[in-house]
């Protein structure tokens, strides 16, 4: 499939990497990708800049949110949540109309430090906005409840573990599970409607408080039944 | 341990029934002990009138909240979320002083339907509310994440599962985490101060869309690392 990942931070270059395993043709968009090249800082999380990433990935094109999205067959959400709206209007809505978008961002809000809230919560939801801002786009949430390198490698751990999707059309559920299947996930949970978003992107503070008691990321929820 | 269970719906029953199990000797609090054993209805959720449970469970003491309080070593606030603090209160802050208190709450919501929101969250949890109101108290945030069955017996389903605890006060979570591991509970997580309940009460809202998915109650998280 042609896939097109949004967003070039660690998140975005796991999610590129993972599915260029997988047999995937991947693309991934930038706001400015001269700009994007052009860094040479690490990030706030001391990631090392996208350019050094990029250099060791040469069969992945880095071009800018429109192209890659005109151009996809399915793309991937895997930005900052806060900039989620403006990164899919950037790609524009037809380049996005009757695809599969794969949201994995969280609307996470750290304007009062660490651990962050989440700036919709509870009687909405960041994939439900994305949903109702682009109506034509089949949107999917899921990957939003574990780390980078477990989205794509669960077999990291020792013991499958539990994803989730949520979203209005079925079809495009199954593609998405078909491809978490292809990254190892054994256990998938199609929760309903995109408005059960609500529910997955409410893990994020036991997951984070989890992570400060743990002293890592590398974990997963299982749900036992 | 001379325990005392404050609530009588069914959630305060299973709690009940399993500390005595445990060997505690149990007293269950309520508003008004006439008018709780005086009702025949069922309640909500099809769940038989407390009196039934009762005559089963004779070893089993009902007495009003401040009675229940002033004889107690520990606590059990297995009430409504929305209920908790007016329930601690008619217990009376003098006889909850220096006791540990097990939250077992959530701050459900259910003024526009199913599934509930929360009242209060992200920003504040009612474990803390509680803390706040009770500062003598020393409150502890546990099995708030799981169904009653499994909260008693965990060994209903065939894998060990991971639970809570959220507190300001050390050893109260080590009196906490010593009953859940008599419960059965082999991953008891600490996840830090009163504060961290955040994290637990928002795990809500995916343990209620989980449920509807699965078409049961009976699961529980685990956190595989």
Known sequence: ?????????MVGQTIAGGLVRLGHSVVVGTRDPEATLARTETDGMGNPPFARWHAAHDGIA???????AAGADLLVLAGN?????????????????GKVLVDISNPLDFSAGFPPTLFVKDDDSLGEQIQAAFPRTRVVKSLNTLTAALMVDPGLLDEATTVFVSGDDAAAKATVTEILTGFGHQDVIDLGGIETARGTEMLLPLWLRTMGALGTGMFNIKVVR
Do not use: P, R, S, W
């Open 81 to 97: 949540g806060g900039a989620a709206l403006a990164m899919l209007t950037a790609a524009g809505e037809d380049n996005l109309a």
């Open 1 to 9: 499939m042609n896939i097109a990942v949004l967003g070039t931070g």
């Open 62 to 68: 880095l071009t800018t949110y429109a192209d890659a």
